[in-house]
């Protein structure tokens, strides 16, 4: 069973400026690990939801850039939920958790940084099946 304390909010340099705010990321200084893919959610119809699902190596930082969504995380005995809602903070997501975006706002956009690059063995769909994953 992987901890959720594992999984925590970053927060990133901020450059506050007249002109408008700046953040950045960097690999390692920034987040635990190398960024090998980059990908984004955006456009999600009220009341729905994204992600449901684990992964079993995947690393990811999710980054609200825009707007705010809830990020319910389950390690198979215990759930924990993260408001995001600033562009300078991330949240950590460590292997063995399942993880379910929802409550997007309208506009909403959702970087996700991964450590790895795509990967369909990697992930695990369904909710039982990580149950016996995360309980091994």
Not at 32 to 44: E, L, M, N, S
Not at 98 to 125: K, T
Request: net charge negative.
């Amino acid at each position: 069973m992987t901890d959720l304390t594992l999984c925590k909010i970053v927060d990133f340099p901020k450059i506050t400026d007249p002109r408008g705010n700046l953040t950045f990321v960097e690999e390692i200084k920034s987040i635990p690990f190398q960024i090998k893919r980059v990908y984004w959610t955006y456009d999600v119809p009220g009341g729905e939801s994204r992600g449901g699902h684990a992964h079993k190596a995947l690393y990811e930082m999710l980054v609200a850039v825009s707007g705010s969504f809830h990020v319910v995380l389950d390690n198979g005995k215990e759930k924990k939920t993260v408001l995001l809602n600033h562009p300078w903070q991330g949240l950590i997501i460590v292997p063995g958790v399942w993880r379910v975006l929802e409550d997007f706002s309208s506009g909403a956009v959702c970087m996700v940084l991964a450590s790895d690059f795509y990967n369909e063995d990697d992930y695990i769909y369904e909710y039982d099946e990580f149950l016996e994953y995360a309980n091994e």
